[in-house]
T-cell receptor, first 115, second 111 residues
Framework: DADVTQTPRNRITKTGKRIMLECSQT?????MYWYRQDPGLGLQLIYY???????NKGEISDGYSVSRQAQAKFSLSLESAIPNQTALYFC??????????????FGPGTRLTVL | DAKTTQPNSMESNEEEPVHLPCNHS???????IHWYRQLPSQGPEYVIH???SNVNNRMASLAIAEDRKSSTLILHRATLRDAAVYYC????????????FGKGTHLIIQP
């Protein structure tokens, strides 16, 4: 079973709709992240959370919100989707700094298309 | 932020070693050098990281220049499954800013 799962894997929606992408992890990690990837580019950080009560904006948080419902769950919402939010969205987790440093473990991604 | 420079693409033959270069001339003393790779249609996958000394693991080796301004990821015997985009990332730890991904190097493996 995958350690980091994302649902849905694919979603097509219309402009103005509210969309929620969900991420769950079984690794027991405190830290969780949401990234987006546009075609041919690297990943950009949207939001990150160090624990349930600690949520922080990344470099491209406008138009997005998040919820950390539990240590294992971190959801990303698009309040009113727009076409330029069409992208691949990845969730990631990492343990506190330790022997493995800040290695991040990524989910399989959600492909979102906004028409 | 300290940045990295990688070739856009590289090509190698199956079962041969591959050396993927990365320049990071503005690296700070607290920056770790991380490598991730992204296989087609998958999320990024951790490969290796190091600070000053060369590092080896089951996936690859990381050779770090003495002045730390460059590093090389070494795949000792490339397979078709190693075809991916490889990202060289500088990271100070703490998770404060997440990982900063550039465009990476697209590695093509010829059979």
């Amino acid at each position: 079973d995958a350690d980091v799962t994302q649902t849905p894997r694919n979603r097509i929606t219309k402009t103005g709709k509210r969309i929620m992408l969900e991420c769950s992890q079984t690794k027991g990690h405190d830290r969780m992240y949401w990234y987006r990837q546009d075609p041919g580019l690297g990943l950009q950080l949207i939001y990150y959370s160090f624990d349930v009560k600690d949520i922080n904006k990344g470099e491209i948080s406008d138009g997005y919100s998040v919820s950390r419902q539990a240590q294992a769950k971190f959801s990303l919402s698009l309040e009113s989707a727009i076409p330029n939010q069409t992208a691949l969205y990845f969730c990631a987790t990492s343990p506190r700094s330790g022997a493995l440093g800040d290695t991040q473990y990524f989910g399989p991604g959600t492909r979102l298309t906004v028409l | 932020d300290a940045k990295t420079t990688q070739p856009n693409s590289m090509e190698s033959n199956e079962e041969e070693p591959v050396h993927l270069p990365c320049n990071h001339s503005t690296i700070s003393g607290t920056d770790y050098i991380h490598w991730y790779r992204q296989l087609p249609s998958q999320g990024p996958e951790y490969v290796i990281h190091g600070l000053t000394s060369n590092v080896n693991n089951r996936m690859a080796s990381l050779a770090i220049a003495e002045d730390r301004k460059s590093s090389t990821l070494i795949l000792h015997r490339a397979t078709l499954r190693d075809a991916a985009v490889y990202y060289c990332i500088l990271y100070s730890g703490g998770g404060a800013d997440g990982l900063t991904f550039g465009k990476g190097t697209h590695l093509i493996i010829q059979p």
